[in-house]
């Protein structure tokens, strides 16, 4: 018997293991609108789903069908008058001023042309609108990170996928840049309960300041964060304005944080030459039992709002590196306002996750959201422009000198020998969470009912229908071309 998980060995790590990967998707968070106006748009995660659909990787991965979080494991870390707040607040009771105050002092808030300080301290506020069905939306991307963190704890799962969370700026008792609930320091939690040292890993663009700030003071769980630090296109700081290099933690956790700040511009090239020597110090320095990767795409070229430069490949290249060094792996969403390119990134990085990055073709197939890769040329692998300039980078060397110089200062990883460690197969009840026979017959039924999944939603539904209705015009189109005589057909023409 295979018992080394149903996924390809991957081409890209090198070790030639399979991995037992688990995914989860909620069609429930791609409804979630954060207003016409604004640059999240969670429909990102129903395009990457449908994409990962298309290419059939659903069948090389468990499905995760969960419960959502429930308030109590929300107060895990989130206080308690927040957590009453995201449950209680709607847009109605916001209007009709009964929670107000109580959610501007939590920085959740809708414009209001008649407040004279709107556009000023209330731009941080408007980040976080009042939203319908909030607390549906932060009990179910929480849920799914936790569940994915418990199938890394049982020992089901070497890899656990959440695409829609990942939302590293929440704090405990407000929320902040589009994030509510910080789900991923309710998973680090979680997997704290059963694994000595987790590593938290960052790429979104911005700073990974929510987890940072409450793991600061922590020996057991190490973050690192490649971010932009820098002025931004409005002459501001780039969000959050946190993250120096000189940020290395406080007490016990001091240089278990690790801030490498980058310029805007970064290419693959410069990308990775940070990103691999560093997380080889930090892999075998830290050596962590369990490590999450916030994969946040708005560090990839043409995001509306980050300024770096990384290709699909690029930012998937942290994916497989990580993958390459066999700990559990957490790999989450965050960040990424180009929802195309946010969709082919993460449908991309799940195919490292399941080792058939080569195998997946780099024509975007029709899957009801086609057109949205027209500026892409209908490809996964958009195309990042050449930029000319110096190869040689003094900046590079030095935000590397400085990454490593903090971590010189960390101490080896206490042996654990006769310790009391948690296990990293501790018995807990997830049937209820995961049902993997259930998964795989419905998988199998997936694949030859397309249409039919019974967790299909009917939004998914009419984009399918769309990209059927599309292509039967586009080949009609071609016909009644040919029968005119507007297409050569002759096979010397064909590309
Ligand atoms: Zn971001």
Redesign the pocket.
Known sequence: MDTEGHSLPSASCGDGRKRRVCYYYDPGIANVDYGADHNMVPRRVAMAHALVEKYGLLADMERLRVRPATEAELRAFHDDAYVRLLRDITPDAYHDGDLRDRARACRVGVPDPNEPEAGGAGAYIYDNPVIDGLWDYCLRYAGGSLAAARALVDGSSDIAINWSGGM?HACRGKAS?FCYVNDIVLAIQELLKHFERVLYVDI???HGDGVEAHFKRESRVMTVSFHLYDIDRRGDKFFPGTGKAEDVGEGDGKYYTLNVPMKAGMDDERYQQLFRPIMDEVMEKFAPDAVVLQC?A??LYGDR??EFRLSVKGHAGCVSYLRSFNVPLLLLG???YTVNHVASCWCYETAVAVGKEKEISDEIPFHGYEHYYKDQGYKLHFTVPKKNGNKKDDLIDKIKQDALMNLAMLKPPPTTVGEHRPSKRHAINVKAHYDQNQDKNQDKKAKKYRYHREDDDPMERLHRLCGEADRYNFFTELGKRKMSGLVNTTPSDSK
Request: net charge negative; no cysteine; charged share 15%.
């Open positions: 590293h840049g979104d663009v911005h946040g708005d560090s709002l980050g965050g960040g990424g």
